[in-house]
């Protein structure tokens, strides 16, 4: 799926503003004035693009050329402007440049494609380095339940021009011994005259709210509130996906 941006473009960017609207809201709450954005795994760059439409400093990085070139380009014919590379998100701090972010976003579980926990570490280090001091970092993460968890199923749906996108995405319940979530996309295109369809797949690293809390801890950021997807702060229950509010220890 990552090697056809245009099609992840269509079928995520609706909501992206709203988005971003929430991640301001938290990082005002949380006591910082979101002007210099960093976003790990930008993808096609569908929040660089309306951070940069809004004036902010915009600069994010992808490890996928195919992602990396749609958000460059995909910018630039909107005579848009953020620094956009291409990176891992275990080893991007040198071209970073040694630049300070007031706010960093990684939704979507992004963060999960890091199969090692020592390159999850990494990443979070180098995210301390990377913000400013009372600089935030908004992780959006499903945890597991091992035992509990089923086999589930995301359908998205997607109309642009004559093309219609559809996109069932499956996550095998989790595994505890392997830790390992696999996901399976299947992308559907109706156009009038033919069909075409995609399959992919991808493993996620697995973390439930003990290994999670335990991954935080050998850090050097500290989460200072977890939220639902709507921004409200959330006890220990369980949720579908959540916000993990993490600042410079
Ligand atoms: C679910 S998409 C999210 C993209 C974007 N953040 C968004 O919300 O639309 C996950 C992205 O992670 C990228 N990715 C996967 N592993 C990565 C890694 N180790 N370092 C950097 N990016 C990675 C993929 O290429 C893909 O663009």
């Known amino acids: 799926m990552y090697h ?8 995520n960017t609706p909501g992206t503003a709203e988005d971003i609207d929430l991640y301001c809201k938290i990082a005002r709450r ?3 004035a979101p002007n210099a954005w960093l976003e790990p795994a930008c993808g096609t760059g569908r929040h660089l693009r309306v951070l940069a439409g809004r004036g902010f400093s915009a600069c994010g990085f992808d490890l996928d050329p195919d992602m990396i070139n749609y958000a460059k380009e995909s910018l630039k014919t909107r005579g848009l ?6 990176a891992g ?11 300070q972010f007031d706010i960093a976003i990684n939704p979507h579980s992004s963060f999960r494609h890091l ?8 990443h979070l280090d180098q995210m ?11 992780v959006g993460v499903s945890l597991a339940r091992y035992g509990l968890d089923k086999d589930e199923s995301d359908l998205w749906l997607a109309v642009r021009g004559r093309r219609h996108i559809r996109q069932e995405i499956t996550y095998k319940k989790p595994n505890r011994t392997k830790r390992i979530e696999e996901v399976h996309s299947r992308l559907t295109i109706s156009r009038p005259q033919r069909v075409e369809t995609h399959s992919d797949s991808y493993r996620l690293q ?8 335990r991954l935080l801890s050998r850090c050097r950021l500290r989460r200072v509130a977890t939220l639902d997807e709507e921004g409200s702060e959330v006890s ?3 949720q579908p996906y959540q916000l993990e509010v993490l600042v410079s220890n």
């Open 115 to 122: 199969l090692d926990e020592r390159d999850a570490i990494s």
């Open 89 to 99: 998100m275990n080893d991007f701090i040198g071209p970073i440049r040694k630049r």
């Open 4 to 11: 056809l941006p245009s099609y992840y473009d269509t079928l």
């Open 81 to 86: 402007r953020a620094h956009v590379f291409r």
């Open 206 to 213: 697995t973390y439930d709210r003990t290994q999670w809390d």
């Open 236 to 238: 220990a229950s369980h």
């Open 128 to 138: 301390a380095t990377s913000l400013a001091p009372g600089g935030i970092y908004i």
């Open 30 to 32: 949380y006591g910082r």
